[in-house]
Structures are given as structure tokens and as C-alpha cells.
């Protein structure tokens, strides 16, 4: 579904609320495909890990900023990667009593830290795993790509 900043109601109602509160959801889809609209000041990280770029700007900071909207701070990969390595943790510390994220997140932060690590990027910001944020770059739709091959 379409996500615009300009105001666009549906039988009265503004859909842009709608629309970010349930890509929001942890429910399909988990794609996020983004233009220069979805580059700054949205949160659709949750459970996103995957950002499609249907055309690529001439700066890279720009692209950083698309990318941020999912690659931040206990972004879903990251979740998924700390699951698949401390999720017992959540029952053998009574998780039905505590929130489970932070039981599983100061595990993980105790490991690094036992390990020589911080315990401040990893494991908030990255951790080793088989997921991953995932990056596809649609070149033939791409501004930059178009006026490449057409000059």
C-alpha cells in the first residue's frame, strides 16, 4: 500500500496513520519498498528487515538514512539472531514474570561483555546471526540507472 506525506484520506480517514501503524504490526508485509519518502524521521523497524530502494539517490548519505528506517536500535534481525542464541533464557529465568526482550537483550549484553566486549553496539545495535538486513536495489527503475543508459 502506498505511504505518502500529503494528505490523502480513504472515506474520511487519513491513511498514512493507518498505513505505518500496521506495517508497524508484527504481521505482513515485512518489505519496506522506499523512495526518498521513507529516508527520515519514520520508525518502521520493528519487524522489518528488508528495504527494497525503487530508485537510488546520487548521495549516499540519503541512502543510510532509507536504511535506517530498519537497520536501528534492537531492530528485528537483530531480535531474531538473539533468540536463535539466548532464547532459553527466557525459561530459565521465569519470562512469564519479566518482559522477555530484556531478559534475552542483558544476556546477550553479559556475553559480550564476558567476551572482551562493550556490551553497547553488539548485541543493541548488531549481532551475528543468520538473519540479516536485507537490501534490494531495483537498478532499471532507478533514476540514476536510466539516465545512464538513455545518455
Not at 502506498?2 to 505505518?20: C, K, M, S
Not at 553488539?122 to 543468520?130: E, F, M, Q
Given at each position: 500500500?502506498?505511504?505518502?506525506?500529503?494528505?490523502?484520506?480513504?472515506?474520511?480517514?487519513?491513511?498514512?496513520?493507518?498505513?505505518?501503524?500496521?506495517?508497524?504490526?508484527?504481521?505482513r508485509p515485512f518489505v519496506l519498498a522506499t523512495t526518498s519518502i521513507?529516508?527520515?524521521?519514520?520508525?518502521?523497524?520493528?519487524?522489518?528487515?528488508?528495504?527494497?530502494?525503487?530508485?537510488?539517490?546520487?548521495?549516499?548519505?540519503?541512502?543510510?538514512?532509507?536504511?535506517?528506517?530498519?537497520?536501528?536500535?534492537?531492530?528485528?534481525?537483530?531480535?531474531?539472531?538473539?533468540?536463535?542464541?539466548?532464547?532459553?533464557?527466557?525459561?530459565?529465568?521465569?519470562?512469564?514474570?519479566?518482559?522477555?526482550?530484556?531478559?534475552?537483550?542483558?544476556?546477550?549484553?553479559?556475553?559480550e561483555v564476558a567476551n572482551g566486549g562493550t556490551g553497547d553496539l553488539?548485541?543493541?545495535?548488531?549481532?551475528?546471526?543468520?538473519a540479516k538486513i536485507e537490501r534490494v536495489v531495483l537498478l532499471p527503475?532507478?533514476?540514476?540507472?536510466?539516465?545512464?543508459?538513455?545518455?
Open positions: 500500500m502506498r505511504f505518502a506525506t500529503t494528505t490523502e484520506d480513504e472515506d474520511g480517514i487519513r491513511r498514512t496513520g493507518i498505513v505505518q501503524a500496521a506495517f508497524k504490526s508484527p504481521f521513507g529516508q527520515e524521521g519514520l520508525d518502521f523497524h520493528p519487524y522489518c528487515s528488508r528495504v527494497v530502494h525503487w530508485n537510488l539517490p546520487r548521495n549516499p548519505v540519503e541512502i543510510e538514512q532509507r536504511e535506517g528506517r530498519v537497520h536501528r536500535y534492537k531492530n528485528h534481525a537483530v531480535r531474531r539472531n538473539l533468540v536463535a542464541e539466548f532464547g532459553k533464557v527466557v525459561g530459565q529465568q521465569g519470562g512469564l514474570n519479566h518482559d522477555p526482550w530484556s531478559l534475552i537483550f542483558e544476556a546477550a549484553r553479559l556475553h553488539v548485541p543493541y545495535w548488531l549481532y551475528p546471526g543468520d527503475l532507478s533514476a540514476a540507472r536510466s539516465s545512464a543508459t538513455t545518455s
